[in-house]
């Protein structure tokens, strides 16, 4: 089922599966979110839980136990509940159930809140831990934009401005999008950019650590924006389908990092994903602003 939340700047169209944004124009109508054309990629911008990318061989162990989960956790896929709906704000919630614990031996509530403030929209990630042992999981956006975001303007007139200074580096990954250890510097030019072009996607995602929170997609021949900040996310990734022309850039926030090439990994050993107690809750926020 959709829904529609607006103000003055915005209008927001998201979707009950997965609690996914379908939609988001601004005041003169223009649409800024990947529409999910289906010869690159078919969604529009994926919330991932309880895991980021893939695991190897779609399994991990847990208390002595081995699981299966599919690339980006569950609840992409999963009819989620809309509650507290009101003209500029809604939340999605998702419960544990007899399917997920087949795959997520946890108890928990997983709520995603949308919330509009003049030009931005606000996302919040909320984890309550309802069991009675700690949770090992992983959270992250995955939404695309169109690129070019105007009419008349190419993919390539494009580039990513990096607010802040930093010496971001590259996570290093195989062929088969798993972490190979091999990390690296990533160079941005002398004022912190990244200059868009479709080959820098030939080898999949670029996954980025200690960057700045904030990034911004522009153009130097276009008039509009956007800005995503995440400053409670560890890890950035870019991405768009390989070996394509395709029209649009993903600005994907994550709080952990994928499988280690080869290894079936015990979630409760895996470095940097969240770790929350029995009877806590986890909130992590970030933003997508519209110029």
Known sequence: MEHVIKNGSLSVVLSSMGGELQSVRDHENT?????????????RATNIFPYIGRLTNEAYTLYGNTYHMAIHGFAKCSEMEAEGQKSDCITFSLMDNAETRKIYP?????????????????????????????????????????????????????????????????????????VSGNDRPFVLTEDQCLLLDHSLFDNDAIILKEMPSSVSLRSRNGSKSVTVSYPQMKYLGLWHKPHSDAPYLCIEPWTSLPARQDMIEDLANQPDLVSLEAGKTYLNEWDITIG
């Open 31 to 43: 649409e800024y979110l990947w529409q999910g054309d289906p010869r690159y990629w078919r969604n």
């Open 106 to 178: 946890y108890s928990f509530l997983y709520r995603i809140r949308y919330s509009l403030h003049k030009n931005t929209l606000h996302t919040a990630y909320e984890v309550e831990n309802r069991d009675n042992k700690t949770m090992y999981f992983g959270l992250g956006g995955h939404p695309g934009f169109n690129v070019p975001i105007e009419s008349g303007l190419n993919f390539s007139d494009y580039y990513l401005a990096f607010h802040g200074s930093s010496k971001p580096i590259q996570v290093g990954m195989t062929g088969t999008c798993f």
